[in-house]
């Protein structure tokens, strides 16, 4: 048995070192450098904290509404009350009548006249001295006091451990070339500056980060980020990968390739037997992507196009190449529907090249999944299609040369890392290229992401129509049944999707349900067929291979057929409660229109009361079906954590830099890192060690 104590509240929080207290920096701070009188107070105090003094004259609890502590104060200039709604004995006593207190708060006008609720008290002197200093307020936890930390973080501050560990080392000839101002204080006096500003800062720059002392922690900050990022990039380069150089036909020595010659690879078959043509967009990221996979380091490249671009042909052709050499491919989406989706392609597109596709999700029943495990082990499966099971225990894959990765802003940074070390060779890493309809904010594409390749599909497949979005409020749904009517009856097919309810999935499966026996009353010449998530897979098939043939015209879903539909014929599509969706799941459900000859139509349907946010959302999808511009608000709204799939890595960000407001220091960061690993190697372990300790992992994926 151990004889370990239980952790503090503050090595609760990471504070367990002198170092890591230095780097606790305050969230804001309170004034008590200034002392006003009562009169002044009550002037100056309506919109800030102030902080007066005073003798109680007056200490009463009173019981009605409730109970609480009432408190006058008073100077020679004027009397302020003071009321607590919780309150100890011991404050009681504190506030005696005939005591002396400073209090601290806002001021506002109460029953009785003018007074603070629960402001800060303490006991002292009329004549006590006034803090030298702003007194900071620390990012805390529950039954953590500020007092506590603060404590903890002056002593940490003079802890002679921190010398060493804050000492300046970037070489001068560097800070004084680089930074655009000699302003910014070395580390070690920034950081004391920020923990115990004076009392004249300028609390305003305090405030908002940029100060020169927070300046110099962010840019520190961002150097250190720079720097293991560019560490990530050669490590990259030095690691092998296996080559998947095109294959040349062995007798291609004319030019023009006999029609009826069989293909030579199944990268060249798969061109034969897509019923399309690529794009010039997909011909050049299929040649970006080629050359990647020709190097003999691993590829780290992202694919980027918007909804309905055609990403999976280019994800299939790469596929290929993988198989072409010997090696399997697998290609992982965050959904079942979407993992489906792409089984149902490649099925299509590889078994008539003898190419054996697998399928692992995991919803499996368990034999299944051994079986398919053991495809994926024993090599026999060449191509691999499934959820996050992919990346689950008992998966190891025989020759895995290249990962795909469908929608990865879906994944969790250890995700991606995960899939990599299944390679089933220690010797080899392989090939990752991931997918994304939303594009990298640049500021995004310069941090986190910098040593990703980007390519990107700027170009829609031909004949791609543009997309009327109407709103229309709920109360006027017969209106739109009716039109539905006049729609079907020209003889065009229609897709009706029902709301997302995160909470439950029985109710959403139900109003699913309402609303197709609804659709079917009032349509009775037209076939209205269902398809949600709790059917089987077959059942799901069998009524979308009806739909694809206009057995069946309208078609009620729920949001399974977000993704990976395509029916041209249908080109309506209604939308119940959207305002229940976010910006990039009616992007992608409005996608699955615009397809065919016909005008496509999209009708949001949504319900009163509307919070300004969803109509902000429906009137910007509304003005466009960009999704650049879309990806933009969306991005502003949620910021970039999860764009970064940062949820499950929050470890990852950045703590002292906002790449919004702090966007030009990267570019100076990245100035630095590229001159200090030139030209002072020796001292970037050290810079590494200070800001980033153990969560450099992370920052390799
Ligand atoms: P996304 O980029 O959203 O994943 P998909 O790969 O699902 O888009 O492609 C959308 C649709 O466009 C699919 O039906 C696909 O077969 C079709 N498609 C892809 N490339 C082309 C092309 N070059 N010409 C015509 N249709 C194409
Ligand atoms: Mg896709």
């Given at each position: 048995m151990t004889n370990k104590r239980p952790p503090t509240a503050l090595e609760k929080m990471g504070l367990n070192s002198p170092m890591a207290l230095a780097l606790h920096l305050p969230s804001r701070y309170e004034d008590e450098t200034e002392l006003f009188t009562i009169e002044e107070a009550l002037g100056l105090g309506q919109f800030n904290a102030i902080q007066t003094q005073g003798v109680v004259i007056r200490s009463q609890v009173l019981f009605r509404p409730r109970r609480q502590l009432l408190v006058t104060i008073e100077d020679d200039t004027g009397a302020l009350g003071l009321r607590f709604l919780n309150f100890y004995p011991s404050q009681q006593k504190q506030m005696a009548v005939g005591s002396h207190i400073r209090v601290r708060g806002e001021v506002r006008d109460g029953f009785l006249g003018a007074e603070m609720v629960h402001p800060i008290v303490r006991a002292v002197t009329a004549d006590a001295p006034l803090s030298a200093s702003l007194t900071p307020v620390y990012p805390a936890s529950a039954g953590l006091s500020q007092t506590i930390i603060r404590k903890a973080v002056l002593k940490a501050l003079q802890d002679p451990s921190l010398k060493e560990s804050l000492a300046e080392f970037l070489p001068a000839s560097l800070t004084s070339e680089i930074l655009p101002t000699q302003d910014w204080p070395p580390l070690q006096e920034a950081i004391a500056y920020l923990h115990q500003p004076p009392a004249d800062a300028n609390t305003q720059s305090l405030l908002e980060r940029t100060h020169p002392a927070w300046r110099r922690v962010q840019f520190e900050e961002l150097l250190a980020q720079q720097i293991s990022l560019k560490r990530a990039h050669a490590i990259r380069r030095e690691r092998r990968a296996p080559c998947f150089k095109k294959l040349v036909a062995i007798c291609n020595d004319e030019k023009n390739n006999d029609e009826a010659s069989a293909p030579t690879s199944i990268e060249e078959g798969l061109l034969k037997v897509l019923p399309f043509e690529l794009t010039g967009a997909q011909t050049r990221v299929w040649r970006e992507i080629g050359d990647d996979l020709s190097n003999t380091f691993p590829m780290n490249r992202l694919l980027q196009g918007d909804v309905g671009s055609g990403k999976t042909v280019i994800a299939a052709l790469a596929a290929a190449r993988a198989i072409d050499h010997g090696y399997q491919a697998a290609i992982m989406a965050p959904t079942e529907i979407l993992a489906e989706q792409h089984y149902l392609k490649m099925q299509e597109w590889f078994e008539p090249l003898g190419v054996k596709v697998a399928w692992l999700s995991g919803s499996l029943k368990a034999k299944e999944k051994r079986l398919a495990q053991e495809m994926i082990e024993n090599g026999v499966a060449q191509l691999i299609i499934g959820t996050h099971a992919l990346i689950q225990d008992k998966v190891s894959f025989s020759r895995l040369g290249l990962a795909v990765i469908d929608e990865q802003h879906r994944f969790g940074v250890r995700q991606r890392l995960e899939i990599q070390q299944r390679v089933g060779s220690e010797l080899f890493y392989c090939h990752q290229l991931m997918m994304s309809a939303t594009p990298i904010p640049r500021t995004l594409a310069m941090t986190y992401y910098a040593d990703l390749d980007v390519s990107v599909i700027d170009e829609l497949p031909p004949g791609r129509k543009p997309i009327t979005t109407k709103v229309v409020k709920a109360a006027r749904r017969d209106e739109v049944i009716g039109g539905l009517h006049a729609w079907l009856a020209k003889g065009l097919q229609a897709y009706w999707v029902c709301p997302l309810i995160e909470e439950s999935e029985v109710l959403q499966l139900q109003t699913a349900v309402e609303s197709f026996e609804q659709l079917t009353q009032a349509l009775p010449h037209f076939k209205v067929g269902l398809v949600h998530g709790r059917l089987k897979s077959e059942e799901k098939a069998a009524v979308m291979a009806s739909f694809k043939t206009n057995e069946i015209q309208l078609l009620v879903a729920t949001t399974v057929i977000e993704v990976g539909v395509d029916v041209p014929n249908a080109a309506l599509m209604v939308i119940e409660?959207?305002?229940?969706?976010?910006y990039a799941q009616i992007h992608q459900l409005r996608g699955r229109v615009g397809r065919g000859s016909a005008d496509s139509v999209c009708i949001l349907m949504y319900a009163e009361p509307l919070s300004m946010a969803a109509k902000e959302r429906l009137q910007t999808l509304r003005e466009t079906t960009d999704g650049f511009v879309i990806a933009e608000r969306d991005l502003s709204l949620r910021g970039p954590g999860e764009l970064l799939g940062?949820?499950?890595?929050?470890?990852?960000?950045?703590?002292?830099?906002d790449l919004q407001r702090d966007a030009w220091l990267i570019e100076l960061a990245q100035t630095a890192a590229d001159r200090l690993l030139s030209?002072?190697?020796?001292l970037v372990g050290r810079h590494l060690e200070r800001w980033l300790g153990s969560r450099t992992e992370f920052l390799k994926a």
């Open positions: 409660h959207a305002e229940r969706f976010g940062a949820k499950q890595s929050g470890d990852a960000m950045l703590r002292f830099v030209e002072h190697a020796d």
